[in-house]
């Protein structure tokens, strides 16, 4: 299973970005999906997951309101979009395949990941 992201980017506060996640390898659809971001000197922090129908989403409060995450399993990609974004938001985004179907925000809880994108907020 590979996962490659793309659309990071510099933007400024207030503005938008949308992250695609593309998966390669079989059981796309079987599997809860998510995204998790690092900022500089952080520990790297659950942003939202996704069901394997995206019929059940969960956000961090951080980002709550703000990021939508959506997914098409016939394209087997999964989505961020981070709307009114922040200074805060500037991280290394990382989307990441659970290991099971239940919803989840630990980092253990996710298999395999891929290899980030970075998202820069200027003020």
């Known amino acids: 299973v590979q996962l490659q992201a793309s659309g990071g980017g510099l933007v400024q506060a207030g503005g938008s970005l949308r992250l695609s996640c593309a998966v390669s390898g079989r059981t796309f659809g079987a599997y809860v999906m998510g995204w998790f971001r690092q900022a500089a000197g952080k520990e790297r922090e659950f942003c939202a997951a996704i069901s394997w129908s995206g019929g059940s989403t969960h956000y961090a409060d951080s980002v709550k309101g703000r990021f939508t995450i959506s997914r098409d399993n016939t394209k087997n990609t999964v989505y961020l979009q981070m709307d009114s974004l922040k200074p805060e938001d500037t991280a290394v985004y990382y989307c990441?395949?659970?290991?099971?179907?239940?919803?989840?925000?630990?980092?253990?809880?996710?298999?395999?990941w891929g290899q980030g994108t970075q998202v820069t907020v200027s003020s």
């Open positions: 990441a395949r659970a290991s099971s179907l239940r919803i989840a925000v630990e980092r253990d809880k996710y298999a395999y």
